[in-house]
């Protein structure tokens, strides 16, 4: 098992976000699934693999809270380095898959492109949807795009996890309703496709 710290740390030190093989200039996607959330006013989202997305500066221009958790320091610094710092914003070096840290605030919408797909143990999977769930609020929405299961089996020299949304749905358990799901194939810098399950849930109020 590679040391996931060091291994990601060497993909965002040699290349810049464009040259990443997720790098996603139009985030349209994820915002189009955004659109099936009612929001009054300014949302807490937490992004468990932040990266360098161009997400974040979509969702910090909005004037959102944001708790940016990778398990990259060196992807958080230079995402820190292009949007600075501010009151909005909530910094967390951190292995989704562990217990998150008792300080960190209870969140609106949880939205993770790409991470829960390269967990491979089960307690590992485990352990990451535990977080999912005592992160966001009662009635909070939580988006999910991963590998499906017509995805490639690895990315970043990765094997990965790939999902359908039958088992997406079973992990989220009853305390979730599944809103909208879609199959989408991202087309990546090299032009190559990569089909996504896009999932939108509801936590259910007590």
């Given at each position: 098992m590679p040391?996931?710290?060091?291994?990601?740390?060497?993909?965002?030190?040699?290349?810049?976000?464009?040259?990443?093989?997720?790098?996603?200039?139009?985030?349209?996607?994820?915002?189009?699934?955004?659109?099936?959330?009612?929001l009054k006013e300014?949302?807490?989202?937490?992004?468990?693999?932040?990266?360098?997305?161009?997400?974040?500066?979509?969702?910090?221009?909005?004037?959102?809270?944001?708790i940016l958790n990778d398990i990259s320091d060196e992807a958080l610094h230079k995402l820190e380095n292009r949007i600075g710092t501010d009151k909005k914003l909530t910094w967390l070096h951190h292995d989704i898959s562990r217990p998150l840290p008792d300080d960190i605030i209870q969140a609106d919408i949880w939205i993770d492109r790409?991470?829960?797909?390269?967990?491979?143990?089960?307690?590992?999977?485990?352990?990451?949807?535990?977080?999912?769930?005592?992160?966001?609020?009662?009635?909070?929405?939580?988006?999910?795009?991963?590998?499906?299961?017509?995805?490639?089996?690895?990315?970043?020299?990765?094997?990965?996890?790939r999902y359908s949304i039958e088992e997406i749905t079973e992990r989220m358990g009853n305390e979730f309703e599944l809103i909208k799901h879609e199959d989408y194939t991202y087309i990546n810098p090299l032009g190559d496709p990569r089909p996504y399950i896009y999932a939108l849930y509801k936590k259910q109020n007590d």
């Open positions: 040391n996931l710290n060091e291994h990601w740390n060497d993909i965002f030190s040699k290349k810049t976000s464009s040259e990443l093989g997720w790098y996603e200039k139009d985030v349209s996607q994820t915002l189009k699934f955004l659109e099936h959330i009612p300014p949302a807490t989202v937490f992004l468990p693999g932040a990266g360098t997305s161009e997400l974040v500066d979509e969702l910090f221009a909005r004037g959102h809270h944001l790409a991470v829960l797909h390269f967990l491979l143990e089960e307690t590992d999977i485990q352990g990451y949807f535990a977080n999912l769930r005592s992160a966001i609020t009662q009635g909070g929405y939580v988006l999910l795009a991963e590998f499906s299961t017509k995805g490639a089996p690895k990315c970043a020299g990765l094997e990965l996890h």
